[in-house]
């Protein structure tokens, strides 16, 4: 099956091609959709077979590279097109196949009856592709033309509905923030095969060669210079301070979309860099602590805006800006596997919870639309009481909520407690864990908050649309709610999987599969770590552990009961609250106002810079310059025309003085 | 008694030539049996000749066949180029059917001719021997002129045949008179003995008889590929030619010339290299500058091909001068090319062009993107390769060109190469203008895609892409080629 590699991201290329130009003649919505999502099925029955054989072959062996063809040689530099299957890779087809396919089918049923379906299944195909290409790419610049590839796929899904100027826009700002953050990348890639080339003369973008050559890095210098350009493509691709702005704007693509490129498969593409260029990180404390510490920052900041949001998916964006945050946290404090342990039950409850809200949003739709009220189908504060009408969407929402509560039992707990007794208890930012720690555990906090206020909010109380509406709210179809129970399940016991050391021996020893699974990928850079820092094998006793564990239970359950109190038990108090803080609740709800920080700061100096250069420079200096010379050129062109005269002999003369004139030249010379 | 010298016959050195010529043949009786409307068949029939030759060179390949006592060579490189000749003659042969009976020229010694023609060809690339190579060239040439003239009822295409006699048998008094210098100053017309005597006659290279020699030599080889200010004739000869016959000589005739001439300069006459190298320095930038410039004024499409072709022999030339491995194997990578994109664009003119083709002017162009979307983006694709963008196969030649100068130390003819492409993108860039952002105003309603047409375009885009993106293997194959 290993051989095969080249297939996964190939069936769902032939779905964009077959889609993108005959998808508008074929015109049978069941056609186009399903083919979309047969392709993106054939990559996980292929997927599932690569894991289980890779499963089958002891822990050192699960490694296996396929050459396609040399893409690039030119001198020293050398870059083969191929596929690099290992255990985390493996892992990241699974979850973008697997979750992929339960999208693709959930769009069937969500675009029913849209303008341009045809296109939406072309360009999610095409997203499908470029993810596989980025996870399964052999060296940095294939895996840079998948992170190019996806970042095109969300600007055209997130731009789906044209026609409407704030879609437009929202791609726009995607595109052009992700573009920051690939600048970043591309330094980084460049530095590093400089870097190994100049110094130890190995010239090479392949990722394996790279890992075996990692020893000939030093420590620092310029090290945390190559981890930190690329920590900035991360933040572009997965939406962290400061390059997040544009997360919670892409919510105006169609819901799916949101959920498989904006929650569970994409934005996680950083996460997933840092892991797989781990050996880098680790090598540079510095770079660690800045990666730690955005993403402590981002959760919590995220988190805080998360609180005030109406609008049902900005609410689940800010969400996922803040888990993501979560997992660059893992990654900051050297606990990879915890990180991406974290991205693979995120992307199921997250998933699940996208999902969810466009099941809401798909019956609010419905039912405002036959009662012709114009009020906004995504605003929590028309919703409540939906539980009634939509039960599948109801528990399956809810299972996901208590999973990224984190309350045990469910996946999300086990991945987001390991991260923060990671965070506590990591050998590398002494005094600065307890901080990183805190700030986590409050973010998980707030996560606990805002989400229940979601659920509450949507699903209990009094119902707020008109009665007339309310007799059309109604359960999704099977199509669309089939996704949803699986994912719902996979939030529930996804995580037990990777249960922590100390509850695994509480129950006679089941080991953590997860982290043994992806031994191999981190092995080096655990054993760096026991090399360089003499302290790094500290035992923290177990009371603490288990201390902690508590102390997030707790957490969370403060969180929910809170929700409980201000949206169950007395709703009035919101309203109190926000009268006795007006100046917080706006500073709240308009984000922070960083967007129009940004625009003051960034935005606006540029446009006015690109308008100087506009008129000052390019229409002046550059179109005098190019026109001139163009004009230059014109005239000599119309003189040596009029030497065509048409005449043979005045050819046959042409010839005659060229032939005497070389002759002359080099028999007198 | 005295015993014949039997010569060293070996029929596997001509087996190329030989199956085309003996088609060409039986093709010219067949002809005399068919009807007027039925004279495709022989294009089919000439189509199965070219399969049949193309798998003798394909056969052939790494086995070197010599014969006929050293005259012809069929090596690796007279491989590479006859692959060229034939895929030339081959696309010629699926676009001329349509055109020839639209125009009502449709008489069925085309399809000979073609083949004819290809033969010449053939023995310019193989001929080891100054003679065998005049001899290619004569068949050549004379299946040439009445090519070009060959719409009998168009006065420009008589006017074409005419020129293109008249100044063609001019030029090769030039390359005949410098081959009798030639072989005056040493003796022998075998391309390898002239190597061996100057090599060991080394008072030779001070003889002017012999550099006369060689620069008549490369004059005649100058006007076969049109290089300034020996190109004059191409222009009015491409512009009343019948259009495929146009787009058979830009690639085809124009690789032969580099065959030849490549193997009579680089093998017999490499101790003059300093010589050759600054004149063929000179005779780059003026056809590139030539070409390029002159190209801008025009309007008429075919001519401005003309133009454009005569500047992409400016481009070969640059790999000439570099005389190294990477410029001359990028020579034939860049001819290969170039046979893909020019008759891509010539199959895309003869489908937009009326009886009598009163619109081949480029703003007749105009819309084509609404009407016919598809042969926009072909056209568009052929045009992106001959202004040299990536990824196609005209941006990866002209790279190796240039590179391969560079690598000689010829910084400047670099930089002239460059700045020359660069110019002609404004021509080829008109183009699409009008066919992208200008309101149609025709409603090339009679354009019609046979399959003829469509297998022809599939073909060139493919090559010019695959060639484009994975040029690996193919340079390997030139850079084997060239180690004559």
């Not at chain 1, 019956?363 to 009481?385: T, V």
């Not at chain 2, 469509?454 to 090559?463: D, K, L, M, P, Q």
Request: net charge neutral; hydrophobic share 55%; charged share 10%.
């Amino acid at each position: 099956m290993l051989e095969y590699v080249g297939l996964i991201p190939l069936f769902p290329f032939i779905g964009f091609v077959i889609n993108g130009l005959l998808g508008k003649k074929i015109k049978n919505e069941k056609v186009v959709g399903g083919l979309g999502a047969l392709m993106v099925f054939c990559s996980f029955l292929v997927s599932s077979g690569i894991l289980l054989q890779l499963i089958g072959r002891p822990a050192e062996e699960r490694i296996f590279e396929k050459v396609i063809f040399t893409w690039i040689q030119s001198g020293q530099f050398k870059a083969d097109a191929g596929f690099l299957v290992d255990p985390l890779s493996a892992l990241m087809i699974m979850v973008v196949t697997g979750v992929g396919f339960l999208i693709h089918v959930y769009s069937i049923g969500y675009m029913h009856g849209e303008e341009g379906f045809y296109r939406y299944f072309a360009y999610l195909n095409l997203f499908t592709c470029s993810m596989l290409l980025l996870v399964l790419g052999n060296n940095m610049l294939l895996m840079f033309v998948g992170w190019e590839g996806v970042g095109l796929c969300s600007y055209l899904l997130i731009g789906y509905y044209f026609h409407k100027k704030s879609a437009g826009d929202a791609g726009k700002k995607a595109f052009v923030m992700n573009r920051v953050g690939d600048f970043g990348f591309l330094l980084g890639i460049f530095t590093l095969f400089w870097y190994m080339g100049q110094t130890h003369n190995v010239w090479t973008v392949n990722f394996r060669e790279i890992a075996a050559n990692a020893h000939l890095l030093p420590v620092g210098g310029v090290v945390t210079l190559i981890a930190l350009f690329f920590f900035i493509g991360a933040t572009g691709k997965s939406a962290q301070i400061p390059l997040y702005t544009w997360l919670p704007d892409a919510m105006e693509g169609p819901t799916p979309v949101s959920a498989l490129i904006h929650a569970a498969t994409m934005v996680t593409a950083g996460v997933y860099m840092i892991g797989r260029l781990n050996f880098i990180y680790i090598r540079s404390h510095e770079a660690m602590l800045v990666v730690a510490i955005v993403g402590a920052a981002t959760a919590i900041f995220a988190a805080t805006i998360g609180t005030a949001q109406n609008d049902i998916k900005r609410v689940l964006a800010y969400s996922t800006v803040s888990q993501l945050g979560f997992m660059f946290l893992a990654m900051g404090v050297g606990a990879f596997t915890a990180g991406v342990f974290h991205l693979m039950t995120h992307a199921f409850f997250k998933a699940c919870l996208f999902l969810g809200s466009g099941s809401v949003i798909h019956s609010m739709h419905h039912a405002l639309h036959h009662a012709h009220s114009h009020d906004d189908p995504q605003d929590m504060r028309n919703m409540g009481g939906l539980r009634k009408a939509m039960p599948i969407t109801y528990l399956t929402f809810l299972v996901s909520t208590i999973a990224i509560a984190g309350i045990p039992g469910f996946s999300g707990f086990f991945s987001k407690d390991e991260i923060l007794w990671q965070a506590f208890s990591n050998p590398f930012h002494g005094g600065l864990n307890i901080i990183l720690w805190g700030t986590g555990a409050v973010a998980a906090c707030f996560t606990a908050f805002y989400m229940f206020r979601l659920v509450f909010m949507t699903f209990f109380g009094e119902c707020r649309i008109t009665a007339k509406a309310k007799d059309h709210l109604h359960e999704s179809p099977l199509v669309i709610t089939f996704p949803l129970m699986v994912l719902g399940l996979l939030a529930v016991v996804g995580g037990y999987i990777g249960l922590p050391k100390l509850i695994g021996d509480m129950f006679g020893g089941i080991p953590n599969y997860f982290e043994q699974w992806l031994e191999p990928i981190f092995a080096g850079s655990h054993e760096f770590t026991l090399q360089q820092l003499a302290h790094a094998e500290v035992h923290h006793s177990h009371a603490l552990e288990w201390g902690l564990m508590g102390a997030s239970v707790v957490i969370a359950i403060v969180g929910i009961s809170v929700a409980y109190t201000l949206y169950i038990a007395s709703p009035q108090i919101p309203k109190k609250f926000t009268d006795a803080f007006p100046a917080l609740h706006r500073a709240v709800y308009n984000k922070w106002y960083i967007d129009e920080i940004y625009d003051f700061l960034f935005v606006n100096p540029c446009k006015a810079l690109g308008n100087f250069c506009w008129k000052g420079f390019d229409v002046l200096v550059v179109d005098g310059a190019v026109n001139g010379v163009a004009s230059i050129v014109r005239g000599f062109s119309s003189v040596i025309k009029n030497l065509q005269t048409g005449y043979v002999h005045n050819y046959a003369l042409s010839i005659v003085l060229g032939v005497v004139t070389i002759i002359a030249v080099y028999v007198i010379r | 008694m005295e015993t014949i010298a039997i010569p060293a016959v070996n029929l596997a050195a001509i087996m190329p030539e030989t199956v085309l010529s003996v088609v060409g043949m039986i093709l010219l009786l067949i002809n005399v049996f068919l009807p007027t409307e039925k004279k495709a068949y022989l294009g089919y029939l000439s189509l199965i000749g070219i399969a049949v030759s193309l798998f003798y060179t394909m056969n052939g390949w790494g086995t070197p066949q010599e014969g006929f006592n050293g005259s012809v060579l069929l090596d690796n490189f007279s491989h590479f180029f006859n692959v060229i000749f034939l895929l030339c003659s081959a696309l010629t042969i699926l676009i001329a059917d349509q055109y020839v009976q639209r125009e009502e020229c449709n008489h069925g010694e085309l399809y000979p001719l073609i083949l004819f023609a290809t033969t010449g060809m053939m023995f310019m690339a193989s001929g080891t021997d100054l003679m065998t190579i005049f001899l290619g060239l004569e068949v050549l040439s004379i299946a040439l002129y009445i090519l070009a003239g060959f719409a009998r009822n168009n006065v420009k295409s008589n006017e074409a045949g005419l020129k293109y006699f008249l100044l063609g048998a001019f030029s090769t008094c030039f390359l005949l008179y410098g081959m009798a210098l030639t072989y005056g100053a040493t003796g022998t017309t075998k391309i390898a003995g002239i190597a061996q005597f100057i090599a060991q006659n080394s008072i030779l290279s001070k003889n002017p008889i012999l550099l006369v020699g060689m620069l008549l030599m490369a004059v005649g080889f100058s006007f076969k590929i049109a290089a300034a200010p020996f190109h004059m004739w191409t222009p009015d000869v491409y512009e009343g030619a019948p259009t495929p016959i146009t787009a058979f000589m830009s690639a085809g005739p124009k690789a032969a010339g580099f065959a030849a001439f490549l193997r009579v300069f680089l093998v017999a006459l490499p101790m003059f290299k300093a010589e050759w190298t600054s004149l063929l320095w000179a005779l780059a930038v003026l056809t590139m500058t030539f070409g390029n410039i002159t190209a801008i004024y025009q309007n008429n499409i075919k001519r401005m091909l003309a133009y454009s072709s005569i500047a992409h022999a400016g481009y070969a030339l640059v790999g000439f001068v570099a005389a190294n491995e990477v410029g001359v194997a990028g020579i034939l990578f860049y001819l290969l090319s170039y046979t893909f994109m020019n008759l891509g664009a010539f199959a895309i003119i003869i489908l937009v062009g009326k009886k009598g083709e009163p619109n081949n002017n480029v703003s007749d162009y105009a819309g084509l993107s609404v009407k016919h979307p598809a042969l926009a983006l072909a056209m568009s694709v052929f045009l992106f390769s001959l202004m040299g963008i990536p990824p196609t196969a005209g941006f990866v030649g002209k790279f190796y060109l240039f590179s391969g100068a560079i690598k000689s130390g010829y910084i400047w003819l670099a930089i002239i190469g460059v700045l020359n492409s660069a110019a002609s993108v404004y021509y080829y860039l008109r183009v699409m203008v009008f066919m992208y952002m200008k309101a149609p105003e025709e409603d090339f309603a009679w354009l019609k895609v046979t399959p003829a047409f469509f297998v022809t375009v599939v073909i060139a885009i493919a090559g010019v892409l695959v060639l484009g993106v994975a040029p690996q293997y193919f340079l390997k194959l030139a850079q084997i080629a060239v180690m004559i």
